[in-house]
C-alpha cells in the first residue's frame, strides 16, 4: 500500500514511506520554502536470457533471451537499433543535490550495464536527461523538451519534486515507469505508473478515489507488534505541513492502539530538549515525526541526553542511506536505534544477486556515490528494469502501447526479486489491506564498524500483515 505523498511546498515527505511523515532527509531550508512479473511466457531481461524474474534469477543486465535482430520500427524513440528513455530528477534544487537525485544514478547504472551486456532484444537504450531544478515550470519545459524534440519512447528514474510536466506527459500517452511518487500526480494521470504500483483510478479527473488517499499502517503495526511499543511521542513543528500530517500519523498510531504523545516544536526555536523530557516523564517508547533531517539528528541528540528509554527512532525509506553517522553523529544511542521500512531489498544486502548486480554497477559507472547510497537508487534501478522487461514482452516490435499492456497486466512483478510482489490493479479501499515490506535498523558495528543497515526480518515477502487503510486529503 502506497504510503503519504508530498506535504506541499515546504515540507516533503516521499509517497511511498511506510512509515508516515516520520523523518524526512530534506534540510532546513525546505521549510523556509514555500505489469507481469517475469513469467515464464516473458522475456526478462535481468539475468540470464529467459529468467523468470524470481528472487532466484540472476540479478545481472543481460541481453534478453527473445529473438536477438530487432524487428519493424514502430514506435517514436525507437530505432533498430536503439530506444531512447528519458530521464526528469530534481538535482541542481534548493533541496540540495542528493534529496531527489538517487533514482536518475540508480536507472543509468542499470541501462550502463544493461548497454555493456548487449542491450534488450539487440537495441541499446539512449537516455537522455532533464534536470527540472526542483521548479514546476522547468519540469514542464523539460517534458516538452523530451516528447517534443528529443522523441523520446517512455520515461524511467523520474524523481521530481514538482511534477507539472505530468498532464503533459500523459496527455502525450508517453509511459513514465517506476517515477518517484513526490507529488500526486502518480495517483492522478494515466501512462504515469509509480515504483509502489497502484489500486486507483488515475483517470486524470480526481486524485485517488474521490479526491482521497488511503495508507496503511505497517510500520506502526511492526512497531507494536515486533518491537513491543505501545508509546508513541509524536513530534511536528508549528508549521501548516509538519502540523497536518502529524494529525495523520497520530490516526494511523492509534488506529495500531498507540497511546500518542504529542510533541509540536516551534519550528524557529525548537526546546528538544524540553520535547524529550517531557516524552521521558510520560513513558515513551517509540518517537515518530514529521520534521526534517537537521531537526531530527537535533532530536535525538536530546534523546540521547535526556535519556528516553526508546526501544525504536522510526525514519522513512527516504532516510535509509549510507551518510547517517555523520547526521547524527552526535547521537550515538539514537542512531543505533532507527528503523527504516521499504518495499525494496536493503542495499547491503549483497547476498542477492540483483542487490550484488546493482551495487557493482553503481561501483563502476557511479563510483563516487559510494558514501551516498539509498534506497532511492534501488528504486531507480528496478525502474529501469521494469521498463526493460516491459520493453523486452515486446520481443521486436517495440511499442508504447505494449509497454503499457504489460504494466497493465495486473499480475504481480517483483524486479527479479528487488520489490516486494506490486501491481496495478483498480480497486475501491475496503478498510484494511495485506502489506508486505522490508525493515532494516542502523547498527554502527555493520560492515566491519563502518556502519550500515541491518536487515530485520528473514524475508520481505513473508513479512506481511493485515493492517488498517487510513483515509488522507491531498
Not at 520489490?419 to 554502527?444: E, L, M, R, S, Y
Request: aromatic share 8%; net charge negative.
Amino acid at each position: 500500500m502506497r504510503r503519504l505523498g508530498a506535504l506541499g511546498a515546504g515540507l516533503v515527505l516521499i509517497a511511498g514511506v511506510s512509515c508516515a511523515a516520520c523523518g524526512t532527509r530534506l534540510p532546513d531550508s525546505a521549510f523556509g520554502a514555500a505489469g507481469a512479473a517475469g513469467s515464464a511466457g516473458s522475456t526478462a531481461v535481468v539475468g540470464s536470457a529467459g529468467s523468470s524474474g524470481s528472487p532466484g534469477s540472476s540479478g545481472v543486465p543481460g541481453s534478453s533471451g527473445a529473438s536477438g535482430a530487432p524487428g519493424a520500427i514502430a514506435e517514436i524513440g525507437v530505432t533498430a537499433t536503439s530506444i531512447k528513455i528519458g530521464m526528469i530528477d530534481s538535482v541542481d534544487s534548493l533541496l540540495g543535490p542528493d534529496t531527489f537525485s538517487g533514482p536518475r544514478y540508480g536507472a543509468q547504472a542499470f541501462f550502463k550495464a544493461l548497454d555493456a551486456a548487449g542491450g534488450v532484444n539487440g537495441r541499446q537504450i539512449t537516455v537522455v536527461a532533464c534536470d527540472d531544478q526542483g521548479l514546476g515550470g522547468t519540469d514542464v519545459s523539460c517534458a516538452h523538451k523530451l516528447i517534443d524534440q528529443d522523441k523520446v519512447f517512455a520515461f524511467s528514474g523520474n524523481s521530481a519534486f514538482a511534477y507539472d510536466g505530468a498532464s503533459y506527459i500523459s496527455a502525450k500517452g508517453v509511459p513514465d515507469i517506476g517515477g518517484e511518487p513526490i507529488s500526486n500526480a502518480y495517483d492522478r494521470y494515466p501512462h504515469l505508473y509509480s515504483i509502489y504500483g497502484s489500486d486507483y483510478p488515475r483517470d486524470g479527473k480526481s486524485i485517488g478515489w474521490l479526491g482521497k488517499l488511503y495508507s496503511s499502517t505497517e510500520a506502526e503495526h511492526y512497531a507494536k507488534s515486533t518491537l513491543k511499543a505501545h508509546i508513541a511521542g509524536l513530534v511536528s513543528y508549528n508549521q501548516a505541513d509538519s502540523a497536518r500530517y502529524a494529525a495523520y500519523e497520530a490516526q494511523a498510531l492509534r488506529a495500531e492502539g498507540f497511546t500518542v504523545v504529542p510533541e509540536q516544536l516551534d519550528i524557529i526555536l525548537s526546546d528538544f530538549n524540553s520535547a524529550a523530557l517531557d516524552m521521558k516523564n510520560k513513558g515513551v517508547d517509540v518517537v515518530f515525526d514529521t520534521i526534517d533531517t537537521a531537526g531530527n539528528a537535533r532530536l535525538c541528540k536530546a534523546i540521547d541526553a535526556v535519556g528516553v528509554p526508546i526501544v525504536a527512532k522510526m525514519t522513512t525509506v527516504q532516510s535509509w542511506d549510507a551518510t547517517i553517522a555523520a547526521t547524527y553523529k552526535d547521537a550515538p544511542k539514537c542512531r543505533n536505534l532507527l528503523y527504516a521500512n521499504s518495499s525494496n531489498r536493503n542495499y547491503e544486502d549483497t547476498s542477492v544477486p540483483a542487490v550484488k548486480a546493482f551495487r557493482d554497477a553503481m561501483a563502476k559507472y557511479f563510483p563516487e556515490r559510494e558514501g551516498k547510497l539509498s534506497e532511492w537508487e534501488v528504486d531507480g534501478w528496478v525502474s529501469a528494469q521494469w521498463l526493460t522487461d516491459a520493453v523486452a514482452s515486446c520481443g521486436t516490435a517495440v511499442t508504447r502501447a505494449c509497454v503499457e499492456k504489460f504494466m497493465n497486466s495486473g499480475q504481480p512483478y517483483d524486479a527479479h526479486g528487488m520489490i516486494t510482489p506490486t501491481v496495478f490493479d483498480v480497486k475501491a479501499p475496503t478498510g484494511t489491506t495485506h502489506a508486505c515490506f522490508n525493515v532494516a535498523q542502523w547498527q554502527d558495528a555493520a560492515n566491519g564498524g563502518r556502519g550500515g543497515w541491518v536487515t530485520r526480518v528473514p524475508d520481505m515477502d513473508a513479512n506481511c500483515y493485515d493492517v488498517p487503510q487510513v483515509a488522507y486529503s491531498p
